[in-house]
């Protein structure tokens, strides 16, 4: 194994500054600092994580509380994206990652305890988990500094897909091609679903649509079986949508056969639209209108910001970044007239 003296020999400098240059120290040029970790890379150097842990106080170990979304867990393509992107960032800055829960083995445990006892710098927390849950209570007052993904969690830093342009954009585009009666079926309740519902009804708003309240139902994120019987409801309304915005994707699959049982097909009868931009969901056919939401952004952005305020320490120095998502126009959207 290449040690750190065999690299400062190499670069003919001090063992000191060859130290000093692998962390980056701002008392070593740029130009130094490049030049040592490129000999560092070639030369295949490992630093020894328990001698690094001894000597900065810190593990280089970032814990990871993931709720299961939808009982889908890792499957769950959304998060799973979200999840390998920061694993990749945090392995760029340094750091492993760790999935926290509450037990070890047979014994069951408190969050903030698992995470103290893998020594975990800090925890990022990846949910529809409520930032009001006992659970990130219980971690924020252990002191571990922690970022939220898609949380509006008061008193950390949170990583949120820009969910009002993103439901804005997916409006407009769906009245630009005619309709004005179109109806929402929004997730179960949670920050992320109120976003949407308001900027659903804002961007309908602006363009003088009015939306009745039966045109808004509540369904189930990722449930395919969640929005059957919200589909015919809608159907069988006096004067009923051109087009439903269903909760996400997948979800979307519930309407498709609803339609199907009922004689109907999307876009003839019917447009639709899906949100999350899922690989899957591009794999339909007709191709399915939708918002494709930056995973790999926010989960890269994530690990960034949690090394910030590790590394500044300083748990309460946070930030509320929003991740642009994008606009993916499908063949379930039919231009409409009245």
Not at 313 to 321: F, H, Y
């Amino acid at each position: 194994m290449v040690t750190l003296k065999q690299i400062a020999e190499h670069c003919g400098v001090s063992l000191s500054t060859a130290s000093k240059a692998l962390r980056g120290a701002p008392d070593i040029s740029e130009k130094k600092i490049r030049e040592i970790r490129e000999a560092a890379e070639a030369l295949g150097y490992m630093p020894n994580a328990a001698a690094r842990a001894l000597k900065t106080h810190r593990s280089y170990v970032f814990g990871i509380l993931f709720a299961a979304a939808a009982e889908q867990g890792l499957t769950h393509e959304f998060f799973s994206r979200i999840l390998n992107s920061f694993k990749n960032q945090a392995g760029e800055l340094g750091y492993d990652i760790f999935f926290i829960g509450d037990h070890i083995g047979q014994r069951q445990i408190g969050f903030a305890e698992h995470a103290r006892y893998r020594s975990c710098d800090g925890v990022l927390v990846v949910v529809g988990a409520q930032c009001d849950e006992e659970i990130v209570h219980e971690l924020a007052e252990s002191g571990i500094p922690l970022v939220c993904i898609d949380s509006n969690c008061e008193g950390f830093s949170c990583v949120l897909s820009d969910n009002e342009q993103g439901m804005e954009a997916l409006t407009d585009y769906v009245i630009s091609q005619g309709h004005r009666r179109i109806a929402l079926i929004h997730g179960e309740d949670s920050y992320v679903t109120r976003q949407r519902i308001d900027s659903f009804r804002n961007a309908c708003a602006s363009k003088g649509i009015s939306v009745p309240p039966e045109y808004i139902i509540e369904g189930l994120y990722h449930q395919p079986d969640a929005v059957r019987e919200p589909t015919r409801r809608l159907l069988g309304l006096p004067e009923p949508p051109s087009c439903i915005l269903y909760p996400d994707d997948i979800s979307y699959l519930g309407g498709v056969y609803e339609l199907e049982q009922m004689g109907l097909s999307i876009p003839k009868d019917l447009s639709a639209a899906g949100y999350d931009g899922t690989v899957v969901g591009q794999a339909f056919h007709p191709r399915l209108t939708t918002v494709r939401q930056d995973a790999e952004g926010m989960g890269a952005c994530a690990a960034r910001e949690l090394a910030r305020i590790v590394e500044a320490g300083n748990p309460e120095d946070i930030r509320r970044i929003l991740i642009p998502s994008t606009l993916v126009p499908g063949e379930t959207v039919r231009p409409f007239k009245e």
